[in-house]
């Protein structure tokens, strides 16, 4: 078969290759994208997406429970799963049909099949019809990652699930064990804890969302206890013994062993790149850890060759593959551009309350040697918050005490996944405490406590 020439060839269609993908044919460039499964990635089918589609609808379920507290009547609240997950596939499925139409718009050339690189600027493509050979000056590696599965711990999609059989669960689980409290696994306690599931959350170190600041973690903890759920941490599952009808966990705790029945186990114990079968190292690609090692542009020390997004290691998140898609294609078109640094990107789990931070957590700033001011606000000092009825929750700022510099915020309560970005824009913009106590936050609104929290840490918080 004839090889097809390309200017840049992009291997995975998720939230880092399309963009890759869409930023290059905006340039002016010949681009095909190869994906061996789905439009979108793991993110939009079986990630980031479905997942909010079904947290949304716990949430809904929460609030529906509340409804006397509103001046409202609800009676015989009861829930659908097989509906849920239906309403959550249908909103997954809407946003990868999206990214079909998008590549057609943006004339990228789309081959569905499995690629490898069997030298530099070449691509083989296994499809239903055969092998398609293409070749370009550029390739971007956009594979992505898949759960990790522990040895003792490995899903059956019966009792032990990952997260595809949570996103499509056979039945609701009763008494359920989640391995792991890290976004994914804390997620799914909240998902299913708020339907009614005895869940229990097992985290090996010392707190639950072991990357947030200490503080938010602890807060969080304190909110997730109070909706029933059992956390365990400095705990890990050792064992998983299976039966027809249940699962008993083999628990270390403390240094002892200890026994749980569930009937649902959920593992998320992290995630490992997708790197075999490329290649790669026949290329002389380093990998470390399943993850390919790249510098600050994501160039893999093979020429033409570019690794982004969860291939390329922390932080595992979408927009952050979204963000290195643009900023590698512009690289390679001779545009000026910034390297992505993992202090820049916020971090959003949606569980009930959310969690949010971006920057550095007063530990780290600490450790990196700054002297720092540190402001707080709680969610019960405002209007707004009070209106919707939601307040639980806290904002923490992180300020160099010398410059005036933003290091850090972190958040835990309604919203604070929208409410982030305001930080995000005042980081990039490399904004001081002073800008941001001389803007005018809108009344009455989540955000002032942005501003309170600022205020705080200079000993200047109005509400409090």
């Known amino acids: 078969m004839a090889e097809t020439s390309y200017d840049l060839i992009v291997i995975g269609a998720g939230p880092g290759g399309y963009v890759?993908?869409?930023r290059g044919a905006q340039l002016g460039m010949k681009v095909c994208i190869v994906e061996r499964e789905h439009l979108g990635g793991i993110c939009l089918n079986w990630g980031c997406i479905p997942t909010k589609a079904m947290l949304r609808s716990s949430e809904v379920f929460h609030l529906m429970h509340r409804a006397k507290e509103f001046g409202l009547k609800a009676e015989g609240i009861g829930y659908d799963l097989d509906a849920v997950v239906k309403r959550s596939r249908k909103v997954a499925g809407q946003l990868s049909g999206g990214i079909g139409h998008l590549m057609k718009k943006n004339k990228v050339t789309v081959v569905m099949g499995e690629a490898t690189i069997p030298a530099k600027g070449k691509v083989s493509v296994k499809t239903d019809k055969g092998t398609e050979s293409l070749s370009a000056k550029n390739i971007v590696l956009a594979t992505g990652a898949r759960a990790r599965e522990l040895p003792g711990l490995e899903a059956d999609g019966d009792r032990v699930w990952t997260y595809k059989h949570a996103l499509q669960p056979k039945r609701m689980p009763k008494k359920l064990l989640v391995i792991g409290s890290g976004a994914i696994g804390i997620e799914f306690a909240s998902f299913y804890n708020t339907l009614g599931a005895d869940t229990t959350v097992v985290e090996v170190m010392d707190r639950v969302l072991p990357v947030e600041d200490a503080?938010?973690?602890a807060f969080a903890k304190k909110s997730f206890e109070k909706q029933g759920m059992k956390i365990m941490q400095k705990s890990i599952v050792k064992k998983l013994d299976r039966a027809k009808d249940k699962v008993t966990a083999h628990i270390e705790v403390g240094g002892k062993l200890e026994k749980q029945e569930f009937d649902t186990v959920i593992s998320a114990v992290g995630i490992v790149g997708n790197v075999?079968?490329?290649g790669l190292e026949e290329l002389g690609v380093k990998i470390d850890r399943t993850h390919v090692v790249t510098d600050e542009y994501c160039r893999t020390g093979v020429d033409g060759l570019y690794a982004i997004g969860d291939i390329a290691g922390a932080p595992w998140l979408a927009h952050k593959a979204s963000h290195e898609g643009t900023m590698v294609?512009?690289?390679m078109a001779g545009k000026h551009v910034h390297p992505v640094k993992a202090e820049t990107i916020a971090g959003c789990t949606y569980c009930h309350p959310q969690v949010a931070s971006v920057g550095y957590t007063e530990a780290k700033?600490?450790?990196?040697?700054?002297?720092?001011?540190?402001?707080?606000?709680?969610f019960i000092g405002n209007g707004k918050a009070i209106a919707l009825g939601e307040e639980n929750g806290m904002i923490k700022t992180i300020f160099d005490a010398k410059t005036g510099e933003l290091l850090g915020a972190h958040m835990v309560g309604a919203e604070v996944t929208e409410l982030i970005q305001g930080y995000v824009v005042g980081r990039?913009?490399?904004?001081?405490?002073e800008d941001l106590m001389h803007t005018v936050f809108?009344?009455?609104t989540l955000s002032e406590m942005m501003h309170e929290a600022v205020l705080d840490a200079y000993g200047r918080v109005i509400h409090m």
């Open 329 to 331: 294609v512009e690289h």
């Open 428 to 433: 990039q913009l490399e904004t001081t405490e």
């Open 215 to 217: 503080e938010i973690s």
């Open 276 to 278: 075999e079968g490329l």
């Open 20 to 22: 890759a993908a869409i």
């Open 442 to 444: 809108p009344h009455p």
């Open 365 to 378: 700033a600490k450790e990196l040697g700054y002297d720092i001011k540190v402001g707080r606000f709680p």
